[in-house]
Structure formats: C-alpha cells, structure tokens
C-alpha cells in the first residue's frame, strides 16, 4: 500500500506540475512556485503555509490543491491529504488526473475507520513510523491517535536524554491498533572530585572509577579515609546528564570518652558525633562540654592552633550526692521510757487506793449503825483494813510519780555542743548548744 502511495505522489506531482505550466501567470502560480520548491528541498512544513497563503485567495487553484494533497501524504496526514484531493476533485480536475486522484480517494478512504494509537509511558515523545526522513508523526505526551494506512509499519520513538526505542506493529483496515511503549533513560556519566586526593570512593556497591557511567536514579555515594570523618551523599542521575560531585573530608581530632555513653556538645549547642575513635571540630577556638547523666559536666577549651599528633580526653567525675543529715535523736531514752512504767504504775495505785478509800468510808457507816458488838467489830476491821490499802497504795503512787519524774528529766537526750572560734575585734568563742 505504501508502494501505491509513492506512486500516486509521483503521478499527481507530475500531473498538477502540467496543469502549472499551462495556467496564467497569477499570484497562486507564485506561491506554487515557492511551495513546490520548499517541499523538493525537504521542508515540506513550510511548503504546506505558502500552500495554504495560494489558497487563501485562489481556494479552487488545481495546482496549489493537488501539491496540497501531495505534501499532505508526504506528512502522512492522510485525513487532510483525502480532503485536499477530494478538493481537487471538486474544482474541476479532468482527464487522467481526475482519474487518478479518484483512485487516490477511494485509497485513502480507509484511513475514516483506520487508527494507530501510541501510549508512550514516559512521554512526551517524537515518533515516527518507518524513518525519520518523513518527518515527525505524532508526539505522544503521553499518547496520540492518528489515521492511518492498513499495512505494516516500523516506528521508531525518540526523546531527548532516553535511548530511541524501534518497533513493529500491524495495523488492520478499519481497526485501531494500539502499541504501548516504554522509553529506558540513557546512562550518566558520575564524576567524583575528592580532597584529600587518596581517599576511597564506593558508589552502591561498587568501587569508583574515573568518570563511570550509572544508570538514571538514585545512588548512594560514601566517600572514606582513615583519619577523616566519612561522607555519605546521593546524587542522581537523569536523562543522560553529566553528574559531577565534589566532597571534602574533615580530619579527625581523636578524642577518649569516659563513660562511653557520654554526649559532647559545643559550647553553641551543636552535637558532635564520634566515628572512628575521633570527632570532627570547626576552625577556630572551641569548648567542648561532656555530659553524661550521674557524672559532672567537662569542660575543655580546645585551642584553634592544634598541633600534631593533638587528642582530647572527655574524662567525666562521677557525681557524689552529700549524705542525708542523721535523724535527730528520739526523745524517749531508755530513762524515760523508764518513767513512763513508773507514772503508769504511779496512776494505778492511785486509782486502787481511791477505790481501796471509797470502801473504807462505806465500813464507817456500817458500823456506825451495827448494833450488835459481834458485827460492829468485824465490821471495823475490814474498814481499817481498808484504810491501810488505801495508804499504801496512795504511798505507791507518791513515791511512783516522784521516781517518774526524776527519771524523766535526768533521761533526756544528750544535748550538742558546738564551739566555733571567733577572730576580731572581740575575740573569743561562739558556744552553741542544741537540745
């Protein structure tokens, strides 16, 4: 089918080229002139805006409407190439050219009902279909759908920074074929300047090598050297683009912390992490504060001039809280607790001798109205009788109390003393007694 294409455009091309030569010298025979000069030249673009600057003012010009439908085809613009020939159909081609456009109508009408529609994943995208000399088809961004041809047709998908992606698809007459592409980004070259020079370089898992090549993404990159404070960093590639990283290690100050789970500060604030038995410190003068909880703050001036060979030790005092005061002595010695017993047995012979008393005064009334000798007597022994348990007991509770309190008083805690010197004008001792 292609095949007949070219040879329609041939034909037609000659034919309408005929009709030019025999027409007036007009303003649209200018413009034909230039188009059919552009389009021999490759810029078939161009030549399709002079085209259509003829028409504008000769809409029914056979010359400037069979060059149409030949650029047309040349763009595969099969939907604009069928009306520009039924165009010229309509204006009046005659004779072997009404012939042959007629053919070429009834040809093209397949492209009504016939699509090829790309989806392209990581769009947009040029594409073309069989070589890049025919001029874009379609951009895909992401996708388009275009008429077409029924046949076989290569196509070829390009964008700037992705490898171009080839291949083959079938369209059948009066279907739409559908072909899914998926563009692969191109490799990156990585560039790595390091200072110092001699340090190690690792990009993912592999060892650097001078302007390597890395696929589009993200990569991990570790920059190392004994002595210096590692770096890692991640550069990315895309769409084919030079990469240049450019790292610097800071040297090393060894630093001894005790205890190990010491934080170090600077004096601003800032954190500063040890690797590698050493810590990384700004120019200049610093202070540098150890903390650990349960150990007392360290503080080290570290000079801005270091010499070589220059470490630090971060050692911590642990923190010693003072012990608690004695608790003050109790009041109830053993004397006392002593005269406790004594003033409780004091209490009880009182309240038995007041009992015992009580009785006594209950007998004297007994015996005042006993009128037999026989039972007053009795009865006025058991009177004295409590009488003297009365005394006794009131005598218990005397001597009771009195040994109370001489235990009480004489059992009290020891009182300190404490004798401070006094220096000046007056000079002398301070006496401070507590009880």
């Not at 939907?79 to 004779?95: C, K, R, T, V, W």
């Not at 009408?109 to 769009?123: D, H, I, K, P």
């Not at 240049?244 to 500060?265: D, G, H, Q, S, W």
């Not at 009182?350 to 209950?362: E, N, P, Q, Y």
Request: aromatic residues 6%.
């Amino acid at each position: 089918m292609r095949g007949v294409m070219r040879t329609w455009i041939v034909c037609v091309g000659v034919a309408c080229t005929g009709v030019a030569l025999a027409a007036p010298r007009v303003d649209p025979r200018e413009k034909y002139k230039q188009a059919a000069q552009l389009d021999d030249n490759g810029d078939a673009e161009k030549a399709l805006v002079v085209i259509d600057e003829g028409l504008a003012s000769a809409p029914r010009d056979l010359r400037l409407l069979g060059l149409k439908g030949t650029v047309l085809l040349k763009l595969r613009d099969y939907s604009g190439a069928l009306a520009a020939y039924q165009a010229y159909i309509d204006a009046g081609a005659a004779g072997a050219n009404l012939r042959e456009a007629q053919k070429i109508v009834r040809d093209l009408s397949a492209v009504r009902s016939t699509f090829l529609e790309l989806t392209v994943a990581n769009g947009p995208a040029a594409i073309y279909l069989d070589s890049k000399a025919q001029g874009v088809f379609c951009s895909a961004a992401p996708s388009c759908t275009r008429p077409v041809l029924p046949g076989d047709y290569k196509v070829i998908a390009e964008r700037p920074g992705f490898e171009r992606w080839v291949g083959r698809i079938t369209v059948e007459n009066s279907n739409t074929a559908k072909l899914a592409i998926t563009l692969v980004e191109k490799l990156s070259q990585l560039t790595v300047r390091v200072s110092p020079a001699s340090a190690q370089v690792r990009v993912g898992d592999k060892d650097y090598s001078d302007a390597m090549m890395i696929a589009a993404g993200s990569h991990p990159v570790v920059v190392s050297l004994a002595g210096h404070a590692s770096q890692q960093r991640e550069v990315v590639a895309h769409e084919g683009k030079p990469v240049v990283l450019e790292v610097t290690l800071a040297p090393l100050v060894p630093v001894r912390v005790e205890p190990a789970t010491a934080t170090l500060r600077l004096d601003g604030g800032a954190i500063v992490a040890v690797q590698d038995g050493g810590v990384v410190l700004p120019p200049g003068k610093q202070v540098l504060i150890g903390r650990a909880q349960g150990f007392q703050d360290r503080r080290i001036e570290v000079p801005a001039e270091r010499p070589e060979g220059y470490k630090l030790e971060v050692v911590l005092d642990r923190f010693v809280p003072p012990p608690p005061p004695p608790p003050p002595p109790s009041p109830f010695t053993p004397r006392r607790k002593i005269a406790i017993g004594a003033a409780g047995l004091g209490v009880v012979s009182a309240v038995l001798a007041g009992f015992a008393w009580d009785d006594k005064r209950t007998f004297d009334g007994f015996v005042q109205d006993a009128t037999d000798p026989m039972n007053r007597a009795d009865l006025q022994r058991r009177a004295d009788l409590r009488a003297t348990l009365a005394y006794i007991g009131s005598g218990i509770a005397a001597g009771a109390f009195i040994t109370a309190a001489v235990l009480w008083v004489t059992g009290a805690p020891e009182s300190r003393v404490a004798v401070t010197p006094r220096v000046g004008p007056v000079a002398g001792l301070d006496l401070a007694v507590r009880f």
